[in-house]
């Protein structure tokens, strides 16, 4: 999802997601197959539907081929000059379940990054075991102010959605309360490279590792640090948070992908043991991310002597 650019709650641009995203295509497909049977039952060449809907006919061919996302207008005005009226209601119940698995960022931030923070909150809410890892990005749950900003202005500057980083900064911060609470459990790992790369100045970025530290003592939070030096198992493709058992979150620049399907959830279920099984945690995780810090620190200036 980042750094997951568009909302760095984690997640990059996967390399390998192509379950998912496989599945995305049937699904799209699947729906422009029912488009094009509406429409070859009308009689109507792609031609005389893109004439009558006022539509140039490459929409009609992307459409039914799966290679664009009609909107809920698009399939009103669809079935209605098609006359497949009693259609509508099961083609938008398909769109909809579509747009849950691939939420395309253009769509869902353009009422503004503040308002999908706070329908993460409500997601949230619901989930009790959180599994995260993110390979090149600080998780939003565990993230300072300053480091949350860069993350969400760069979410802005990529897809072009309603500039409200400080208060989509404000939510951030206010989701991080489910921290605390003592029925909820989580599980972060993350590896020494989202620890060092620069996305803000060395200050804050001290300021996000000296909470790290904090967080780690939490009764309920596992923090385990990959550390360079470490010999992967499973290559770390790309980042992704495991919700429960019920959803895997995937990031990438243009969408993200909720993936529900059972064996999906098994897939990443096994390659996060696999990830966390060869983390650092406690002391030694410590250990690294004071590591940073000392590495970090001379390069803040040092207040000037007095007298």
Request: aromatic fraction near 6%; charged fraction near 25%; include cysteine.
């Given at each position: 999802m ?9 997640r990059?641009l996967?390399r ?11 699904a ?17 060449s ?23 996302t ?13 006359g497949g009226?009693?259609?509508?209601e099961?083609l938008?119940?398909?769109l ?26 409500e ?9 995260v890892?993110?390979?090149?990005v600080v ?14 202005s760069?979410?802005v ?27 909820k459990r ?15 100045e060395?200050e804050?970025?001290l300021g ?12 309920n939070?596992?923090?385990g ?25 995937v ?17 990443y ?5 696999s ?5 650092s ?11 940073v810090?000392?590495d970090?620190s ?10």
């Amino acid at each position: 999802m980042q750094p997951g650019i568009t909302q760095c709650d984690g997640r990059t641009l996967p390399r390998n997601t192509t379950s998912g995203a496989s599945n995305v295509h049937e699904a799209r497909t699947a729906l422009g197959k029912r488009l094009r049977e509406l429409r070859h039952r009308s009689g109507m060449s792609g031609k005389q539907l893109a004439e009558s809907l006022a539509w140039p006919p490459s929409k009609i061919s992307k459409l039914e081929n799966g290679r664009q996302t009609p909107t809920e207008d698009d399939i009103r005005d669809w079935a209605r000059s098609t006359g497949g009226q009693d259609e509508t209601e099961a083609l938008l119940a398909t769109l909809h379940t579509l747009e849950e698995r691939h939420a395309e960022w253009r769509r869902v931030l353009r009422t503004g990054m503040s308002h999908q923070q706070v329908k993460r909150v409500e997601m949230e809410s619901d989930v009790r075991f959180f599994r995260v890892f993110e390979q090149d990005v600080v998780p939003g749950l565990l993230q300072v102010p300053e480091y949350a900003k860069v993350c969400l202005s760069q979410g802005v500057r990529v897809n072009g959605v309603p500039d409200d980083v400080d208060e989509a900064v404000r939510v951030r911060m206010r989701r991080q309360e489910i921290l605390y609470q003592p029925d909820k459990r989580f599980h972060f790992v993350v590896t020494e490279a989202a620890l060092r790369y620069r996305y803000c100045e060395t200050e804050a970025m001290l300021g996000q590792l000296d909470r790290l530290v904090s967080l780690s003592a939490l009764p309920n939070l596992k923090l385990g640090i990959i550390s360079f030096d470490t010999l992967y198992e499973i290559m770390p493709c790309n980042g992704f948070w495991l919700l429960d058992d019920h959803m895997v979150e995937v990031e990438t620049y243009s969408a993200g992908l909720n993936l529900a399907q059972p064996q999906e959830i098994e897939l990443y279920g096994k390659i996060f043991e696999s990830l966390a099984g060869i983390a650092s945690y406690g002391r030694a995780a410590r250990q690294i991310i004071m590591r940073v810090i000392d590495d970090l620190s001379p390069e803040v200036d040092e207040d000037p002597p007095t007298g």
